[in-house]
């Protein structure tokens, strides 16, 4: 049934070009929240080293302060449930794809000691229409890369989120790209398991009007809270919060 779905996407790939185009004529390209992408929120040792990395979400595209951006919200949480002291990093870039992270930006990042990433990737790879087989290749190669990197880090994947939900998205042009988005979450979540990875669920966007930023794509602050909150459990695993 899956692949009769991915194949009616192709058969309606004219609908998703005309209307793709319709949304960038109307969507304005927002930039990435100003302020730091390095942190340390101070704690008890040993410390925890979070790397946030990924495509425009990554990047807290969507809200002007990165301080409120994914990175910076799962950190404060994590420091909550821990006491432990967090340093993090947001390394988020706009449009980016699993083989662009792969080939362009993971060779360029220096080895730090991270404990935990986050992957926030796919929602590009979904959005310009790369089959499956590309994805399990590009994706699956950035997971082997991170391994390599970081052999001890927690590697938690967000999957794709829901297309239909996001305002920006005209009905028929969400329905398109929801299709392909669950081929992919399927995909990456088999690549997860098999490569020492964790999928995380699917973040579920119950009001995608406080969720979403202006541009009807992209978070809003209170989205990348809600984002945190839904991660920071994936985050810390079997990890002990400290006794309140």
Known sequence: MQRLLALVTWLAFPIYVWQGLGVRRRTSRMLPAQGPILHEIPGTAPGIALLVLGDSSAASVGIEQSEFGLAAQLAGLIAESTGCSVRWRAAGFNSATSGQIR???LPNLSADPWTHIVLAIGTNDTKNFHSVPRFKKEFGGLLYALRAKWPQA???WSPVLEFTRAPAMPPLLGKILEIRAIAMNRMGERLCNE?????????????????????????????????AEHLVDFVLGDEVPIPI
Not at 198 to 211: F, S
């Open 103 to 105: 080939d362009y930006v």
């Open 154 to 156: 927690r590697v938690v």
């Open 195 to 227: 490569r020492g990875a964790v999928p995380a669920a699917r973040l579920p966007i119950t009001d995608p009007q406080a969720g979403f930023a202006s541009d009807g794509f992209h978070a809003s602050e209170a989205g990348y809270r809600a984002w």
